[in-house]
């Protein structure tokens, strides 16, 4: 029986021991017992199925997970496991020399249960210049598209785990040099490729001019910025579970989860087509529960939401939402992923988590937003004044953006018409959106197509497949 397991650490402190396979007779709850820190999810000590689907949530979600299994197989091989079992746990053994996400981390136990050697060489951060950065793009799309030679490298591997479609890595940025992380070194931003199956051109510009317009509407948004590596057109976002540390410049992990991790759901679903549940009335509970500040949460989730909404941006799934875990409590994490559809041809507008049950989002309207307000516990007039603040900031903000993207963002010629038509669409349809939202703010509610009726599929609002 082997015994080989993973020590499970936050802020580089052991909680939990996991086992990659359990003893029979054994209680989970003896190797979990502080595991419970790790996540909102619970308050006690999870379960191991519990725990198991929560760790799914911090793996690559793309074809990039061959080359996680890959290197699992070879290394449990290696120390007696058995490599054709291979659920999150055992891919987590065999790349605990990865970053993960927030202030969690990984050592890798062998057949006495204790730590191995690490498996790569030690944390480093590796100089890397714009056409070096463009070469690990074209990697990491070989990687999702299992096309080329994988990375099994047996020296130092920059493998940062990110969820998520789109080929992506993680970079450091330290006085304005890019880094590498290698051998599980903290990284501070998330660079992605553009559009890897051209169906978004000029996505990036997208993504850029929309984070920044809702931060210029005062919603907390990642700083996001478009670039080009090599000839990848790219977007870089800053971590948000990453700051330095105001006394010695280090960085530091902060601890965020993603909401399908604290409702302890699986990745696949984090679509309403999948699964029905958690919705927004769920999450506003657990902020209610978690968060220092429930009001100051709550109306921060409804006001991202309308933003989403006005803006057409129809992929806020389950993974799209980050949770901060502070000192104090919860936060909504500044919000990441945020663009548009508006303009781009095959996308219906469903949304992947509809509005008390609307899922188109041209249909949600200010009865909406009320009945999910009285659901979150917020006052109607704070709920109106939250609803009407942002339809009266975004279409400046929106333009305020794109007018600060043109000096800073970098869009390849190629997909720069792209963008800049979409970016017409997106505000073209966002006014109109929030005239027809102020002309029927007190009209009787218009009755609801029903979510099971509408003909949409997953494919409508999984835009990056
Ligand atoms: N700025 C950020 N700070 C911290 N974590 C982030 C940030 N941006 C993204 N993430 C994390 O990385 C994951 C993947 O990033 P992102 O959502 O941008 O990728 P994607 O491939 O575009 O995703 P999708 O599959 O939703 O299209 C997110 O779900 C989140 O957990
Ligand atoms: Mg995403």
């Known amino acids: 029986m082997s015994k080989l397991g993973i020590d499970i650490l936050l802020h580089?402190?052991?909680?939990?021991?996991?086992?990659?396979?359990?003893?029979?007779?054994?209680?989970?709850?003896?190797h979990l017992e502080r595991a419970g820190t790790l996540s909102c999810a619970w308050s006690g000590p999870p379960t191991r199925e519990a725990l198991l689907t929560w760790l799914s949530n911090i793996l690559p979600e793309n074809g990039r997970e061959a080359a996680w299994r890959e290197r699992s197989q070879r290394r449990l091989e290696n120390h007696g496991g058995d490599p054709f079992l291979l659920g999150p746990a055992h891919l987590i053994w065999g790349n605990s020399d990865a970053e993960y996400p927030g202030a969690l981390s990984f050592a890798s136990c062998g057949q006495d249960g204790a730590p191995l050697p690490p498996f790569a060489g030690p944390p480093e951060l590796l100089a890397v210049d714009d056409e070096q950065i463009g070469n690990m793009l074209l990697q990491a799309i070989m990687e999702v598209r299992r096309s080329g030679p994988r990375r099994l490298a047996t020296g130092p591997v920059n493998a940062v785990s990110l969820s998520g479609v789109r080929p992506k890595i993680g970079l450091a940025l330290i006085k304005g040099q890019w880094l590498a992380p290698m051998g599980g070194h903290t990284s501070t931003h998330i660079v992605k490729v553009e559009d890897d199956q051209n169906v978004l051109p000029g996505e990036a510009l997208l993504e850029s001019v929309c984070q920044r317009a809702l931060s210029y509407a005062g919603l907390p948004a990642a700083d996001t910025r478009a670039r080009i590596f090599g000839n990848v057109q790219a977007v870089v976002s800053k971590r948000s579970d990453r700051a330095a540390d105001p006394k010695t410049g280090r960085i530091v992990r902060l601890h965020q989860e993603e909401w399908a991790q604290a409702a302890c759901v699986r990745p696949s679903d984090k679509y309403d087509t999948l699964a029905e549940r958690p919705h927004w009335g769920d999450l506003a509970e657990l902020l209610h529960t978690r968060a220092s500040d429930p009001t100051r949460e709550t109306t921060a989730l409804l006001r991202l939401l309308v933003a989403a909404v006005l803006l057409g941006h129809c992929d806020l799934h389950r993974k799209n939402i980050g949770l901060l875990?502070?000192?104090?409590?919860?936060?909504?994490?500044?919000?990441?992923?945020?663009?548009?559809?508006?303009?781009?041809?095959?996308?219906?507008?469903?949304?992947?988590?509809?509005?008390?049950?609307?899922?188109?989002?041209?249909?949600?309207?200010?009865?909406?937003?009320?009945?999910?307000?009285?659901?979150?516990?917020?006052?109607?007039?704070?709920?109106?004044?939250?609803?009407?603040?942002?339809?009266?900031?975004?279409?400046?903000?929106?333009?305020?953006?794109?007018?600060?993207?043109?000096?800073?963002?970098?869009?390849?010629?190629?997909?720069?018409?792209?963008?800049?038509?979409?970016?017409?669409?997106?505000?073209?349809?966002?006014?109109?959106?929030?005239?027809?939202?102020?002309?029927?703010?007190?009209?009787?509610?218009?009755?609801?197509?029903?979510?099971?009726?509408?003909?949409?599929?997953?494919?409508?609002?999984?835009?990056?497949?």
């Open 12 to 30: 580089e402190q052991r909680l939990a021991h996991l086992p990659l396979a359990p003893s029979p007779g054994a209680t989970c709850a003896t």
């Open 325 to 465: 875990h502070t000192d104090e409590g919860i936060v909504l994490a500044p919000a990441y992923d945020v663009s548009s559809i508006a303009g781009v041809k095959g996308f219906s507008g469903r949304l992947a988590v509809g509005v008390m049950g609307q899922n188109d989002h041209v249909r949600v309207h200010w009865g909406h937003w009320r009945r999910l307000a009285a659901q979150c516990g917020l006052p109607l007039e704070q709920a109106d004044a939250a609803v009407l603040s942002v339809a009266k900031a975004l279409p400046d903000a929106l333009s305020e953006a794109w007018r600060a993207s043109s000096s800073e963002d970098e869009a390849r010629a190629d997909v720069r018409q792209a963008g800049e038509r979409r970016l017409n669409e997106t505000s073209r349809r966002l006014k109109a959106r929030i005239h027809t939202l102020l002309a029927h703010k007190d009209a009787p509610e218009l009755r609801d197509r029903s979510a099971a009726n509408s003909p949409s599929t997953a494919v409508d609002c999984d835009k990056k497949r």
